[in-house]
């Protein structure tokens, strides 16, 4: 029976050392008697229960001793410690001193120590006050009060505190027994000191110290939170080759989860290969998603792959971004003709691949003339199969080719409509007309204008910026403002270089209309004061020539 069930409600907590002229908060003399014999019926019923006694001697309470009592009383004062009731210690301490006479001593403020470990309404600072008082009255902590202080900071961690207990248990010759280098470790842990954690634990173990399990896990979510994957990983590793079950299913979940965002590797790979291809964890598909991204980030197409097939078995919607992911992990291990053979597939299953899923490939092409050979043979290859090649593809191909000069762009794009049943699309020939300002082909880059707009494929802004410069750079500014009326007129906007390009023209020819130019820039909120500038500079060059 807890204790605030028969002592009278509303009563203040009070300090082990005002106990002693507290007056008992009660309106007349018999009605402290019957709370008092409350008390004592309840622990002694308590202690022994309303039953035969073995030894045949008599069940009834008021045959048991007075040292019976105190030993129950004190009992009792350490149970409601341990679970932290704070105000039944502070009761159950003044009936011990007030009322049965005990002067106060180290098992009283031991308890009212320990009682702290509430991780709501206790406080290191309250023991330290604790800790305080004891030393005026006199009373030396013992072994006891000092490990209930280092069990106390393991919940409230203070620093000072742990710092000064631990000095003065080394003075007075104290052992720190293994359970309170628990205790220190978690203080270590709850106070964001992972290395002198990690070093504590070290100590133990060095010193045959067995880690309880609670401390282990406290240490390892820690360095998960914190991203410290490869300290986490080394932790569950050791713990994982010792007893395939000491690791928690929730910690194997937060190690996946957390390690799979952050891109760690090593992490997420031990983790899938331990828990999800045993089918003792089920990832969600956000997991999946980011392991995949991981798997995709270091060119682990084994585990791309693997991935992919857990969503694809789960009925999953395979989208984009999965097949995006899938094709750059063959594309970082240098198997340009299986991320290709990826997009083919997208293109089947009826995803459209955009032109930025298509950039990973411009990249490792663009590294060197065998990569472009090897690309254009795989997507040969792959035409041969009967695979329909996505445009996005054939696109990356002539993006890399630009570099490589306009001949293989133009044998490439006549492929094109063999290779992609859809034909080219606006990025296509806006590619091919960069190319032509890369290569200063006017007559070419006009001409794919005129093709483009043959087989009824509209230009969209990036056309028009890319025709408005190519013109420019040829000195045919004029065709350059018909260009931008004809983007006004379609409602698009022009880009800050195309202006700049006209701005430059104007200013080469003295052209009036470049100051009318430098307005509209600003009025469409191009870079303010930019335009100014440009074209005060462009008249000072063209004052050289």
């Known amino acids: 029976m807890p204790l605030s069930d028969v002592w009278p409600k509303g009563r203040t907590s009070y300090s082990a050392s005002r106990l002693v002229n507290t007056p008992i908060d009660c309106e007349t003399e018999g009605s402290k008697t019957v709370a008092i014999e409350h008390i004592h019926q309840a622990l002694l019923h308590e202690i022994r229960p309303a039953e035969s006694a073995p030894d045949g001697r008599s069940d ?51 308890a009212r120590i320990l009682a702290n470990i509430n991780a709501h309404r206790g406080s290191a600072a309250k023991v330290a006050t604790l800790l305080q008082e004891m030393k005026d009255e006199g009373i030396p902590p013992d072994t006891g009060t000092y490990h209930h202080i280092l069990e106390v900071l393991a919940v409230h961690p203070d620093y000072l505190l742990r710092g000064q207990v631990l000095e003065e248990m080394r003075r007075n010759w104290i052992d720190v027994s293994p359970a309170g280098l628990h205790c220190v470790a978690a203080g270590l842990v709850r106070d964001g000191q992972l290395e002198l954690a990690l070093d504590a634990i070290e100590n133990m173990r060095r010193e045959g110290v067995d880690i309880a399990p609670w401390l282990h896990n406290l240490i390892v979510y820690s360095l998960l939170d914190r991203e410290e994957f490869d300290e986490a990983l080394r932790m569950i590793k050791s713990e994982h080759q010792i007893d395939d079950r000491s690791v928690s299913p929730n910690m194997w979940h937060r190690l996946l989860d957390l390690a799979s965002r952050a891109l760690h590797h090593q992490a997420v790979v031990y983790a899938w290969r331990h828990r999800v291809e045993k089918h003792h964890l089920i990832p969600s598909d956000g997991i999946c998603l980011n392991v995949l991204d991981t798997a ?28 995006e992911a899938l094709s750059e992990a063959y594309l970082v291990r240098d198997d340009i003709e299986t991320a290709l053979t990826v997009h083919c597939i997208a293109e089947k299953a009826g995803i459209k691949l955009e032109e930025a899923s298509a950039s990973p490939v411009v990249k490792w092409v663009g590294k060197s003339p065998e990569r472009l050979q090897r690309a254009r043979n795989a997507v040969r290859e792959l035409h041969y199969q009967g695979r329909a090649i996505p445009v996005a593809t054939v696109n990356s191909l002539l993006h890399a080719s630009i570099s490589r000069g306009m001949n293989a762009v133009v044998e490439l794009y006549n492929t094109l409509r063999e290779l992609c049943p859809g034909g080219p699309n606006v990025e296509t020939f806006n590619l091919l007309i960069l190319g032509c300002i890369w290569s200063s082909r006017l007559r070419l880059g006009l001409h794919w204008h005129s093709e483009m707009l043959a087989v009824k494929i509209e230009p969209n802004a990036e056309t028009y910026n890319r025709l408005i410069e190519l013109v420019c750079r040829h000195g045919n500014y004029e065709d350059g403002f018909q260009l931008l009326d004809e983007m006004k007129e379609k409602k ?30 600003e009025r469409v909120g191009h870079s303010k004061g930019l335009a100014r500038k440009k074209l005060e500079a462009f008249l000072e060059q063209s004052n050289h020539y």
């Not at 105000?87 to 009936?95: I, K, N």
């Not at 995709?296 to 857990?310: C, E, I, K, N, Y």
């Not at 694809?312 to 999965?322: C, F, M, Y």
């Open 60 to 110: 009834d309470p008021s045959t048991f001793s007075s040292s019976d009592l105190d030993d129950s009383l004190y009992e009792r004062l350490y149970t409601v410690a341990s679970n932290g009731q704070l105000e039944d210690v502070d009761e159950l301490v003044r009936h011990l001193h007030h009322d049965r006479g005990h002067p106060l001593n180290g098992r009283m403020y031991g």
């Open 296 to 323: 995709s980030r270091h060119g682990d197409a084994d585990l791309a792959t693997d991935v992919f097939r857990l969503l694809a078995s789960r009925g999953t919607i395979l989208e984009l971004q999965h097949y």
């Open 492 to 521: 698009f906007q022009p880009s800050q270089r195309a202006y700049l390009q006209l701005l430059e023209r104007c200013a080469y020819a003295r052209d009036e209309r470049a100051w009318p130019l430098v307005e509209e820039m």
